[in-house]
């Protein structure tokens, strides 16, 4: 069978990303020649790779296969490329990191900084995910290292404490929230909302709560940072649910009012979660550190 690991990389990505149209954009590829790509596979293979419905797309048995070792392969080759490096003087390795929104966009900017700035060799690969979808992801060694919320069950993963925040509702100054001191989730959804992109792990969330009210979520716009929904709400767009580490940010030079949500699962200690740390490569051990720190 003549696969390269540009065909391995692709096809985990698209099992992954749970598309192909996804899949082909975490791996750089344009849709077509990822379709190709496949196609010739699953006729190198003479069996079906993936099942294909409205939903996305998963493997078949034949695929799940060709996942297992497809990982292999690529973990192989990125420790080779490691090894190799050092006599090069090029990159010294590579980390996975899987974060939550809150992570990524509030705490990871000026950890990572440190880090990069004190290890030039090592690149880290940085994705926005799920907490739950993480777990599952560090367990099957998709990712190195993951931060999720405290409160998802993480099995038989290692974990670390990383950071402590919780969900706030913004509101513009005059609107009808904004004398209140605590509210819970299912009146915030009477209002319009303004909230992160679609394709956000909190956005997601927080739509996920929602139909768990019975409710959907009246989003007004859909933005790419917790700064954006915060300058839309002052502009009086509608209220917006952000980490209180944020709204501290922000209300120092916008006038906003910030109201505690009173919801058992708006309080966020963020972990750290590793399938075993003494396995990590030297490098993803230092950044567990560093994290920490």
């Known amino acids: 069978m003549r696969f390269d690991l540009v065909d391995l990389r692709l ?112 690149r880290v690969d940085l994705e926005e995910r799920l907490s739950d979808e993480i777990v599952g992801l560090i367990a099957e060694g998709v990712g190195d290292i993951g931060i999720v919320a405290g409160t998802v069950d993480v099995g038989g993963l290692e974990t670390f404490p990383f950071r402590s925040d919780r969900f706030v509702v913004v509101a513009r100054k005059n609107h009808p929230l904004a004398s209140r001191a605590r509210v819970a989730f299912a009146e915030v959804l009477a209002f319009d909302l303004v909230g992160l992109e679609r394709t956000s792990a909190l956005q997601r969330f927080l739509a996920d709560k929602a139909a768990r009210l019975g409710s959907g979520l009246n989003l007004r716009v859909q933005l790419r940072s917790f700064d954006a929904v915060c300058r839309l709400v002052e502009a009086g767009v509608g209220v917006g649910v952000v980490p209180q580490s944020t709204a501290a940010r922000v209300a120092k030079t916008t006038p906003l009012s910030v109201i505690e949500l009173e919801d058992d699962w708006a309080v966020r200690d963020l972990t750290l979660c590793v399938r075993r740390f003494a396995d990590l490569r030297p490098y993803a051990q230092d950044l567990v550190r560093s994290l920490r720190a």
């Open 11 to 122: 096809f985990a990505d698209i099992v992954e990303a749970g598309s192909i149209t996804h899949g082909a954009v975490r791996s750089h590829i344009a849709l077509a020649a990822a379709s190709t790509r496949v196609r010739a596979m699953e006729e190198e293979i003479g069996a079906a790779l993936l099942t294909r419905s409205r939903q996305g797309v998963a493997p078949t048995p034949a695929g799940q296969t060709l996942l297992k070792h497809a990982r292999l392969i690529l973990e192989q080759s990125a420790r080779l490329r490691e090894d190799l490096g050092a006599y090069a003087g090029g990159l010294s390795g590579e980390v996975r990191l899987l974060a939550n929104t809150n992570a990524s966009t509030e705490f990871l900017p000026e950890a990572l900084g440190r880090f990069l700035a004190d290890n030039p060799k090592v």
